[in-house]
């Protein structure tokens, strides 16, 4: 029988649809499990090879699951809203929504080629009112929510007013973007609109003024991933940093428990490594500085108090508000200039880069301790959203304070005794601080540091600020408030209206509010968001209902928020819409949610372990808050998968010339390498007629060949369509068929890391599966030999093995060896293939399920019970163990695996070989070693 992998495919395709085979509902009777893969966003190139890999994985995992008795919900769907649609929008005028539509179309049809077990009745795309009324109705909620810091959750609004009723702030510890102190009798004597004011201080969801990254050219605020070098990643736009006031959520009222989370999940030491410097805890100090010649102090935070005599300059960062108190008129313009350069460079970049720039501010702050001035300088390794965006500056005890000393010629005082102030160590650990003249006064009011350690000293100075009220002890956390909303069109509108220029909710049971139609997707010609080109987008209060603007009148028909929200929105609460994704009543019925709980395997890119993962987490605690997530983690375990990189052809053009030379002959000419299509090259061989046709100017190209041949070179890259090295996965698939394009992929190394793609190994995975198929010729109803079972067992103990640890690059090789000793050992035997197809099916479920069925099974290969291992097939009958004399080893026996010693013995000395090396001599003793070594000592 011959393997037609294209009819066997397409005829499984069609009837897994035709019977919901992979569909999934609760069933108590079953452990769960649920795997989820970060779902895509469908882009108009389709998928190449590298995008599959990490679905590949997942979907085995999936399948061994279902094998192994779990019910396992296995999802798949569209982050659908995004810019590049949105600028094909501006550039064609086609609908994004139409656009969207085709691509997820494209995508559809790839990913059923490739056969995996998604539920798809279980569909959500982001772009969807039935999906973002969920998203609404979430930022509605953490609008009325503040955050209690005494019971670590969020609470209802009206308890915070219900409070500042009866005590105003006093008692109050909540997380707040500013502190605010008033009494009760203030906050009662405030209008509706004042009290609105004061509570978006303390809202989870809240209108706030903070730096962005602003693009002009694409008229909207851009997330960090989104800018590289200063400009944006879609079309290269300049992009400057800019004051707006935007949507923010208070991640940062979430720090400590999504510090404290990491403990109880299972992801990788490096990702959480990652998370935990991001969200970068540190205990310290706020003190106070006065400013010479003005009345408002200025407050630093630092994590080392104790090194306030060393203080020999402070620091702000350009974005800061007191660089405008602080600079003095002789100083504006040069700090004018070194502020509008900073606004061109993101936080990321200014973090990365090690460079030292900076602008005296003119001011000077007085140590608060030794009453010493202190020049104020400006510099842009100084971040206005950590701390309090203002430092005293240590040079002997940091280094970015060092290298600006060095850098500017400011003074550096050692505070430790013998302490070296080199930059090669500058941050003295250990040692005692010492009243030495080098190290000036460190003694104030009986305050002394003298001889203390410097974990001792913090302590101590810590307690004197506190006890002098120069400052307070404070937890800092570098994790800030994500901005959450985008000048933008084709995103989820915002649930908001504005009433006495304050925003308002738009009541639950009115959401969604439908993304509206608009004549074009530009800014406005007066610089507003895309939706201010829209004509029916505002509020009617009394009707409910979203009417023409030309209706606002602001006394019941009010104007609605024009931005959207970000990309991260739609993808923060997915997994829990997975669960339970047509009802229309609730995010996730309590039920629903109480069964699947959260997902047992998520897969995906290490390159979200600062953005979508935070902020997942975030949003599900927010919602764990509410009851809403059982859960107070989304993701129990985190496999990310590596990139799979392009492996690049070129071809060699000879200067000034159409003819291009083999690459064996490149020396002997002047050449210009060129990058080629890939997909006319096989082996690096150029299909020189192609390659005719490949491209118009290349219609008379000429060839230098070797051979006959014309031969490429070769390198590897990231895949990209600029280097013609991207590989459609429908290419393989209708040449070798989606098993091959599976098991190669997984073939080719480590899930975790990165491996380049060479389609010319591709035809060694095809080869296998014939072979494999090549077995099933003849099924007969024999009992196995005690080879095929040793063979069969050796492979299931491996394969489970390896599926549990994600190693299916060293399963492959397993399945190969298996397969070939059963083809020499002319195994027929029904027992041993159907447990064979059963073992790889997870891998290659297209001929599996053929061969099932032709095995005479009635159901889908999905079901199949997974082979138990039983390690007694693998015990030997007979081992080997060598014989010494006096611990020489002169030759070997054979003897039964479970012979006792005095057999062991006994054969070894009737052994013809023994008597020749005995010679007549004693035997003083004789050692066995079970299953190793017989040892005759002789004299």
């Not at 409070?163 to 009662?188: I, P, R």
């Not at 004061?198 to 693009?215: K, P, S």
């Not at 530009?522 to 080109?533: C, Q, S």
Request: net charge negative.
């Amino acid at each position: 029988m011959d393997y037609n992998f294209r009819e066997i495919e397409k005829k499984w395709r069609e009837q897994w649809a035709k019977d919901k085979t992979y569909h999934v509902e609760m069933d108590a009777s079953k452990p769960k499990f649920y795997v989820l893969n970060m779902f895509p966003y469908p882009s108009g190139a389709g998928l190449h090879v590298g995008h599959p890999l990490g679905y590949i994985a997942s979907d085995i995992y999936a399948r061994y699951k279902r094998q192994k008795g779990f019910n396992v919900l296995n999802p798949m769907g569209y982050d659908a809203y995004g810019l590049p649609a949105e600028q094909y929008a501006i550039q064609t005028g086609q609908h994004p929504a139409v656009t969207t539509e085709k691509n997820i179309a494209r995508y559809r049809e790839q990913l059923d080629k490739i056969g995996f077990s998604f539920d798809w009745d279980r569909e959500i795309r982001t772009c969807d009112p039935q999906y973002y009324h969920w998203t609404q109705w979430a930022f509605t909620k953490m609008f009325n929510s503040f955050y209690c810091i005494k019971c670590q959750a969020a609470q209802p609004i009206e308890k915070l007013t219900a409070h500042f009723a009866k005590k105003g702030t006093a008692e109050l510890d909540v997380a707040q973007s500013e502190e605010l102190s008033f009494t009760a009798e203030e906050w009662n004597s405030y209008d509706s609109v004042k009290q609105q004011q004061v509570l978006m201080n303390y809202r989870i969801a809240y209108l706030g003024e903070t730096m962005v990254n602003w693009c002009p050219a694409l008229g909207t605020v851009l997330a960090n991933d989104e800018v590289i070098d200063g400009v944006s990643e879609r079309g290269g736009h300049p992009v400057v940093q800019q004051k707006m006031k935007q949507w923010c959520l208070r991640v940062s009222a979430y720090a400590q428990r999504l510090l404290d989370g990491l403990d109880t999940i299972d992801w990788s030491d490096s990702i959480k490594e990652t998370q935990r410097n991001w969200i970068g805890r540190s205990e310290g100090t706020e003190m106070q500085f006065r400013i010479k010649g003005q009345e408002e102090p200025v407050t630093i935070f630092t994590t080392r108090a104790d090194t306030i005599f060393g203080v020999t300059f402070m620091v702000l960062a350009p974005e800061s508000e007191l660089v405008e108190r602080l600079t003095t008129p002789e100083q504006q313009a040069a700090v004018k200039e070194y502020v509008e350069a900073t606004k061109k460079r993101t936080e990321r970049e200014r973090i990365a880069d090690r460079r030292v720039t900076g602008v005296f501010s003119g001011s000077y702050g007085i140590n608060p301790f030794t009453g010493a001035e202190v020049p104020v300088w400006i510099s842009d390794y100084v971040l206005a959203g950590y701390g309090t965006g203002v430092i005293m500056a240590v040079p002997a005890h940091d280094s970015r304070d060092y290298a600006f000393a060095r850098h500017f010629n400011l003074p550096i005082i050692p505070l430790i005794e013998g302490a070296d102030v080199s930059e090669e160590s500058f941050d003295a650990k250990e040692g005692t601080v010492t009243n030495s003249p080098a190290a000036g006064t460190t003694s104030l009011e009986g305050f002394s540091l003298n001889g203390l350690t410097v974990k001792e000293a913090i302590a101590a100075t810590k307690k004197f600020v506190t006890a002098h009220h120069l400052g307070r002890v404070k937890i800092n956390y570098r994790l800030r408030d994500a901005i959450f909303s985008r000048q933008r069109y084709w995103g989820e509108p915002f649930p908001v209206y504005y009433k006495d220029g304050m925003p308002q909710m738009i009541p639950e049971d009115c959401l969604p509010i439908l993304l509206p139609e608009v004549t074009k997707f530009l800014p406005t010609e007066t610089g507003e968001p895309p939706l201010g080109n829209a004509t029916h987008w505002a509020w009617d209060e009394t009707n409910r209902c979203v009417v023409e603007n030309a209706k606002i009148d602001n006394k019941t028909v009010f104007p609605i928020e024009l931005s959207t929200m970000p990309g991260f929105a739609g993808s923060s609460a997915y997994y829990l819409r997975y669960m339970d994704p047509r009802n229309d009543k609730a995010l996730v019925d309590e039920k629903v949610d109480a069964y699947w709980r959260n997902v047992d395997l998520y897969v995906g890119g290490s390159e979200h372990a600062t953005g979508h993962l935070i902020y997942s987490r975030f949003w599900n605690k927010f919602l764990h808050d509410n009851g809403v997530s059982c859960e107070e983690e989304p993701y129990r375990k985190l496999v990310n998968q590596g990139m799979i990189q392009g492996r690049s052809n070129f071809v060699y053009r000879i200067k000034d010339t159409n003819k291009f030379v083999s690459l064996g002959l490149k020396d002997k000419y002047e050449t210009t390498p060129l990058h080629v299509d890939v997909n006319i090259v096989e082996n690096d061989l150029l299909d020189t007629e192609a390659f005719r046709k490949w491209r118009p100017e290349f219609e008379t190209a000429e060839f230098v060949l070797e051979d006959g041949k014309y031969v490429c070179g070769w390198a590897v890259e990231k895949m990209s369509k600029s280097m013609f090295n991207v590989v459609n996965p429908d290419d393989i698939i209708d040449r070798y068929g989606a098993d091959t394009l599976r098991l190669y992929e997984m073939f080719l190394g480590p899930i975790s890391q990165s491996k380049p793609w060479d389609s010319n190994g591709v035809d060694g995975s095809a080869r296998f599966l014939r072979r494999f198929w090549n077995l099933f010729e003849t099924i007969e109803e024999t009992e196995p030999t005690k080879d095929n079972l040793k063979s069969l067992h050796k492979l299931i103990k491996k394969v489970s093995e390896d599926i549990e640890e994600f190693s299916y690059n060293t399963s492959i090789p397993a399945f190969m060896v298996a397969t070939t000793e059963l083809g020499q050992q002319k195994c027929h035997s029904r027992k041993v293939l159907e447990q064979l197809v059963a073992l790889l099916a997870p891998f290659a479920p297209y001929i599996c399920e053929e061969l099932w069925h032709r095995l005479g099974h009635t159901e889908s290969v999905v079901n199949a019970p997974w082979p138990e291992f039983d390690e007694s097939y693998l015990k030997e009958d007979t081992i080997t163990m060598s014989v010494s004399f006096n611990g020489k080893t002169r030759f070997t026996i054979d003897v039964a695996a479970d012979a006792p010693k005095e057999e062991v013995e006994k054969l070894a000395l009737e052994n013809e070989n023994t008597a020749r090396y005995l010679d007549g001599k004693q035997i003083v003793k004789i050692i066995v070693v079970p299953g190793r070594i017989v040892n005759i000592v002789i004299k």
